[in-house]
T-cell receptor, first 114, second 111 residues
């Protein structure tokens, strides 16, 4: 069973640029959630995708957007990067509708905006 | 607003002793709570959970206690081992499976 993977591991971008982060969910999982973890803080919910549709969004501006593909992998896109976007971005996959919604996290992508 | 709070950024205990990590929440509608453990360069891993219909859940060395009236939960690790050294996050599950995390407590277990 393959776990949740994320790419890239690290990324450095300049303010104003755009970035795409990728997540492959655990085999058999149909739901992906994205979280932002700033230094010294807990992860904050960005949004969740279930069967390719956005299924809830946290308190993040529209320049944070996402996609989920038919194979349930997902992308997080951030436009017009700001310095405060520097953080660890975590994705988590789960299987809705099978009793347990336990979320399995990937190792994260460390984004630095300069 | 911080709906889930972990007020102790760090905790240091001796190997073999008890570790107690605390968590407070503000929303009385939360009915499911989880603890995650995070090592550096890894994602959080699920440790133990508790539903609001219970006041205690135990799994080996780990026990979570829930006090609904005080909106407080705690994680007890007995006995603590050096391998338990990690950051521990308390989380509440919102409707639809969205997790609301606390800020984390870094546990250091000294041999």
């Amino acid at each position: 069973e393959t776990g949740v993977t994320q790419s890239p591991t690290h990324l450095i971008k300049t303010r104003g640029q755009q970035v795409t982060l990728r997540c492959s969910s655990q085999s058999g999982h149909n739901t992906v959630s994205w979280y932002q973890q700033a230094l010294g803080q807990g992860p904050q919910f960005i949004f969740q995708y279930y069967r390719e549709e956005e299924n809830g969004r946290g308190n993040f501006p529209p320049r944070f957007s996402g996609l989920q593909f038919p194979n349930y992998s997902s992308e997080l896109n951030v436009n017009a990067l700001e310095l405060d976007d520097s953080a660890l971005y975590l994705c988590a996959s789960s299987m809705r509708g099978q009793g347990s919604d336990e979320q399995y996290f990937g190792p994260g992508t460390r984004l630095t905006v300069t | 607003d911080q709906q889930v709070k972990q007020n102790s950024p760090s905790l240091s205990v001796q190997e073999g002793r008890i570790s107690i990590l605390n968590c407070d929440y503000t929303n009385s509608m939360f009915d499911y709570f989880l603890w995650y453990k995070k090592y550096p360069a890894e994602g959080p891993t699920f440790l133990i959970s508790i539903s609001s219909i219970k006041d205690k859940n135990e799994d080996g060395r780990f026990t979570v206690f829930l006090n609904k009236s005080a909106k407080h939960l705690s994680l007890h690790i007995v006995p603590s081992q050096p391998g338990d050294s990690a950051v521990y996050f308390c989380a509440a599950e919102n409707q639809g499976g969205k997790l609301i995390f606390g800020q984390g407590t870094e546990l250091s277990v000294k041999p």
